[in-house]
């Protein structure tokens, strides 16, 4: 059991940086989760877009799995910094 701040402190939500790998591929990714108005600078991932939709909730070590226009998708976080 851990305490519901610490639950919230690593779990991905609107305006902290998260470090995750697209299974699949060598590449590691990080940015920021944002409103999509804000999308505007580099390493920002709308909270509407299908990664960013994908990884709200999610703390490190954990994945999920998605089908997106016929492609399945998978990704794993990392790392979950608040900004």
Do not use: K, N
Not at 14 to 23: I, K
Not at 38 to 62: K, Y
């Amino acid at each position: 059991m851990i305490s519901d701040t610490a639950a919230w402190c690593s779990a991905v939500r609107l305006g902290c940086e998260v470090t995750f790998v697209e299974l699949g591929t060598p590449h590691l990714c990080r940015g920021r989760l944002v409103l999509p108005d804000e999308t505007r600078t580099a390493h920002c991932i709308s909270v509407l877009s299908p990664i960013g939709t994908a990884l709200i909730g999610l703390g490190p070590g954990q994945s999920i799995h998605w089908t997106e226009r016929g492609r399945e998708r998978s990704l794993a976080v990392l790392e979950v910094r608040a900004s």
